[in-house]
């Protein structure tokens, strides 16, 4: 197979029949062989029912549903673990992305070769409190990653290599950075290009202000997981031991002039006054120095162990399967 189109989809009952024809007459015109599958992310507004009626009127195009709304990373890990095509596009189902631009991100794939081409809406149809907050996101994780070729990480129109979408997971909100995800699995050949961004025809957006602070988090996990998922004793230990040398030599330094003077009052009979060592505030707050270092270092031992182990993390209840 050619082509599997993934589609995340929450509450699209209008845009669907528009969205699959236009795939469709798309794939036919360029000879493609091809599936588009759909997730409903728990949809409530008839989605389900529209993706029935239209799958009896075209083999090709299948179904996925959740019983809840799980988020647009569980609908994509989802997907792509049910595409079998070569080549795996994404885009999202309010038909502001153009499924015209399916050829050209194949072809950037299959020709040039690349592992993954992501969108960029140059020209956006947002309002400013959408666009200002995007560009200052994609800049810090152009940064943090090391990806300075790309504009836009979270635009929903991706082309990927099949063995892209079978080597990542894609979980709780990191659909924001799959080309990060992408990158710390081994897939380098990064590319960007230039698409349409269509204004919304039908409903509203889902996303609201939330985004962005959850946007800011997934971004400091992601970075966590690429550098220490493998090697978390690296980041937990060295902080352990970090602390608790801290707060070791504190201790140190605050009996060493304790004794010193001591040790001056009895050789030159002065009576320089000293506090003991258990009424300095510097005293606790060298044992809890310690203390955290010690937790530090065990969290990263247990980690070292548990490390990249969680069976139930993408884990979803699909409750029918078209």
């Not at 009127?57 to 890990?77: D, E, M, V």
Request: charged share 25%; proline share 3%; with cysteine.
């Amino acid at each position: 197979m050619d082509i599997s189109v993934v589609v995340p989809l929450y509450n699209e009952v209008e845009s669907l029949p528009e969205l699959t024809s236009w795939i469709s007459k798309v794939m036919a015109d360029n000879r493609f062989s091809y599936e588009i599958i759909l997730v409903d992310d728990g949809s409530n507004d008839g989605s389900w029912e529209m993706i029935h009626k239209l799958s009896e009127g075209n083999s090709h195009i299948k179904g996925i549903r959740f019983r809840r709304n799980y988020g647009k990373s569980a609908a994509l890990n989802t997907g792509f673990a049910k595409a079998e095509g070569n080549v795996v596009i994404t885009m999202d189902a309010d038909l502001q992305d153009s499924p015209d631009e399916i050829p050209e991100l194949y072809r950037r794939i299959t020709v040039e070769k690349y592992d993954l081409v992501s969108g960029w809406k140059a020209k956006r149809h947002d309002p400013i409190t959408k666009t200002i907050p995007t560009k200052l996101f994609n800049s810090v994780t152009r940064r943090m990653s090391g990806i300075h070729n790309l504009h836009d990480f979270n635009c929903g129109l991706k082309a990927y290599r099949k063995a892209v979408v079978k080597n990542i997971e894609v979980y709780g909100e990191m659909h924001r950075y799959i080309p990060v995800l992408a990158k710390w699995a081994g897939f380098t050949k990064i590319s960007e290009q230039i698409v349409e961004h269509r204004p919304r025809k039908y409903g509203k957006t889902k996303f609201g202000m939330s985004r962005f602070v959850n946007g800011f988090l997934d971004l400091l996990s992601i970075f966590f997981v690429g550098k220490f998922g493998k090697r978390p004793m690296h980041f937990f230990g060295t902080m352990g031991v970090l602390s608790f040398l801290v707060g070791f030599f504190s201790i140190v330094w605050i009996i060493a002039e304790k004794l010193y003077l001591i040790h001056e009052n009895e050789v030159n009979h002065t009576h320089i006054q000293y506090r003991d060592a258990t009424e300095q505030p510097l005293f606790y707050i060298a044992l809890i120095a310690i203390v955290i270092g010690f937790q530090l270092f065990l969290t990263g031992f247990v980690s070292e162990l548990v490390s990249r182990n969680g069976s139930d993390r993408n884990r979803y209840q699909v409750d029918e399967v078209i």
